[in-house]
């Protein structure tokens, strides 16, 4: 049975202090991928009336992925995907919901926003966006952006992949697919505490992770 109503998909991690004020702003059902966290995120979410499962791997990729994969079970066709930690406005999710007329895949970009953005962050996405372009000649300018508006095509493709990251090399891939791609600009916040995985160590170990994906995606 398929579904017409969109959903919202949110990937978490020991998110519970930020979660609820997300998932309150949100006029969607809701499936919250629980990555294994320390704290209170699942119960949270649950209290909130999302629809919560665990994700059946570790990382971001894998947890967008279980979701991705749960929501084609059930028959979704449109999702929107955003962040819990508050940096993706939900009120911004209904014109990617309505992009997706035009496109496969809606990602919301900082790009021509005001947005705050960590110097680290912004020197990893010109990286990898120069290497998009390289590959498959397609100008993209918020490569690391996770907040997405999804089509029943994008969601069979993304469901399907097996890397540990999902930046460069998804975009890759659904270029070279065929996918329509494009991006909106979204005025974003930073994170107002936590730790963002594109930032200091981490940050320069997901970039090498994202680098060696999309080149094997090319």
Not at 69 to 98: K, S
Not at 156 to 181: E, I
């Amino acid at each position: 049975m398929q579904i017409d109503t969109p959903w919202a998909l949110i990937p978490a991690h020991d998110e519970a202090p930020r979660i609820e004020a997300v998932l309150r702003a949100l006029d969607l059902p809701v499936l919250v991928v629980d990555d294994r966290s320390s704290d209170d995120t699942a119960a949270v979410a649950r209290s909130a009336g999302a629809t919560v499962i665990a994700s059946q791997e570790a990382g971001y990729a894998g947890t967008i992925r279980t979701g991705h994969r749960w929501l084609l079970h059930h028959g979704i066709q449109r999702v929107i995907q955003l962040d819990a930690d508050g940096q993706h406005p939900p009120v911004a999710g209904d014109g990617l919901i309505a992009a997706l007329d035009n496109a496969n895949w809606v990602i919301g970009s900082r790009q021509g926003t005001d947005s705050p953005t960590s110097l680290g962050r912004r020197a990893g996405n010109r990286l990898l966006g120069l290497g998009v372009r390289a590959l498959t000649g397609a100008r993209l300018h918020d490569v690391t952006s996770g907040f997405w508006a999804l089509d029943e095509r994008a969601l069979r493709l993304f469901a399907s992949f097996t890397d540990d990251v999902a930046d460069a090399n998804v975009r890759v891939a659904a270029l070279k697919a065929g996918l329509q791609v494009r991006e909106l600009p979204v005025a974003m916040a930073d994170r107002d505490s936590g730790v963002s995985m594109h930032d200091g160590w981490r940050g320069v170990r997901n970039l090498s992770r994202s680098v060696s994906a999309m080149w094997a995606a090319r």
